[in-house]
């Protein structure tokens, strides 16, 4: 007893260093938001200045369209998330329920793109937008986003988990495939959904590297791209650009409290207790 006491306190200290090692830097933010910037680098450090500097949050715009990185954020993330969405749970859907032939061979094969780095595709992606005169749009970052080989491979095992009894009974009523797919399988795969949704959402929303290769004019930059270009060569507004992630930061945290509901609950597939 006093082992498994000892192993418990053990892990729980482990998890709350942890934790609190994840927090301090957002916490840091937040205190650096709301200082004067001749009190960013004093020492001792303080968590607040003399006085709360919530003007800073108002003073993102004055010098960068901020709002602008944000829209653009915004834009590119949520199309990416549904056509994710979209293409993943209609690929997954193919290859765990139909039948046809060379189909774990084909699965194969697009999993296998999986294990090619990004650094890899890079140049040969922008030689290809670059001939369609896609760099510098939003469609540069849109239109490799709308399919993944970790969504559909996530989706598949997902699906695979789901009785042939609710398919069975769906195609005896008449359904199609389609109907299937839509009917049963969609309805009950949102604790899956909900978590690509959620990898998506961070995938895209922290994305620099893909702005930082594509984009060039400052009314297409992205958030992580627009708060890069915050910083001076010789001097940088730290409270200001602490309080431009902070807001950068707050979507992540509303996004992943939503879906968490659905982490929590799973799956709940009525009717098969017999089964």
């Not at 960013?40 to 303080?46: D, G, L, Y």
């Not at 992580?224 to 807001?247: E, F, H, K, N, R």
Request: with cysteine; proline share 5%.
């Amino acid at each position: 007893m006093k082992t498994n006491l000892g192993l418990k306190i053990a892990a729980h200290a482990v998890l709350l260093a942890g934790a609190i090692t994840m927090i301090l830097p957002f916490l840091w933010s937040v205190s650096t938001s709301l200082k004067n910037i001749s009190e960013v680098f004093v020492f001792p450090p303080t968590l607040f200045g003399e006085s709360i500097q919530w003007e800073n949050y108002l003073r993102i715009s004055d010098r960068f369209p901020f709002m602008t990185y944000l829209l653009n954020s915004v834009k590119i993330t949520v199309i990416a998330v549904v056509a994710q969405l979209i293409t993943s749970s209609m690929a997954g859907y193919v290859f765990a329920r139909l039948k046809f032939k060379y189909r774990e061979l084909l699965f194969g094969l697009y999993l296998a793109t999986m294990m090619i780095p990004a650094q890899v595709t890079m140049i040969p992606n922008f030689i290809i937008m670059r001939f369609y005169n896609l760099v510098d749009t939003h469609w540069a970052l849109i239109l490799p986003a709308l399919v993944s080989a970790f969504g559909t491979f996530l989706l598949r095992q997902f699906f695979l988990t789901i009785p042939a009894s609710l398919e069975d009974a769906a195609k005896i009523d008449g359904c199609t495939p389609f109907g299937v797919y839509w009917r049963i399988f969609i309805p009950l795969s949102k604790p899956a959904m909900a978590t690509l949704g959620v990898f998506v959402f961070m995938g895209m929303w922290n994305d620099f590297l893909s702005p930082l290769v594509y984009i060039n004019s400052q009314e297409m930059m992205t958030l992580p791209l627009g708060l890069a270009s915050m910083q001076g060569m010789y001097s940088t507004d730290w409270p200001v650009l602490m309080a431009g992630t902070v807001i950068t930061i707050i979507p992540l945290i509303v996004v992943f409290l939503l879906a968490q509901d659905f982490f929590i609950k799973g799956i709940t597939l009525s009717g098969l207790k017999g089964e």
